[in-house]
């Protein structure tokens, strides 16, 4: 009785584990500016538009082409409660400018824009 199972065990746990986490949906992160008033997010069905650092948009978790912006916001504003704009802080304002623009052109008032909580001031 060697060490040979001790092995075969500490070996056959660490495979568990890294394949265990590499079935994990990598995300990207979006920095959220920081305000002293954030809320909690509303609880209902907003319909989601991300702009990230990267330039890249997404409705919804779907990449959307900015040209195709006017489509698909036209094609889900009926069904939804208003658009919560996640902009990351690296986003140029004209750019979140814009995408509010689009929105209210289709009808949509209630429009909130994602921040993170700022931590208390020491």
């Given at each position: 009785?060697g060490?040979?199972?001790?092995v ?8 568990f584990?890294l394949v ?6 990598p ?7 920081e305000a002293?008033?954030a809320?909690a997010?509303?609880?209902r069905e907003?319909l989601?538009v991300?702009?990230r650092?990267?330039?890249e ?5 779907d ?6 912006l006017d489509?698909?916001?036209a094609a889900?504003?009926?069904?939804a409660?208003g ?19 689009r929105?209210r052109?289709?009808?949509?008032q209630?429009?909130?824009i994602?921040?993170?909580?700022r931590a208390?001031?020491?």
């Open positions: 009785m060490l040979t199972p001790l075969d065990v500490v070996f056959l746990l660490l495979i584990f265990a986490t590499s079935f994990d949906e995300r990207l992160a979006i920095e959220l500016p002293e008033t809320a997010p509303d609880s907003a989601r991300e702009l650092a990267t330039g948009l997404r409705v919804d978790g990449v959307v082409e900015p040209a195709d489509r698909v916001l889900r504003a009926a069904t409660e658009l919560e704009l996640r902009a990351d802080r690296e986003v140029p304002h004209g750019r979140v400018v814009e995408v509010l623009d929105a052109a289709h009808d949509i209630e429009i909130s994602a921040v993170e909580a208390p001031a020491p």
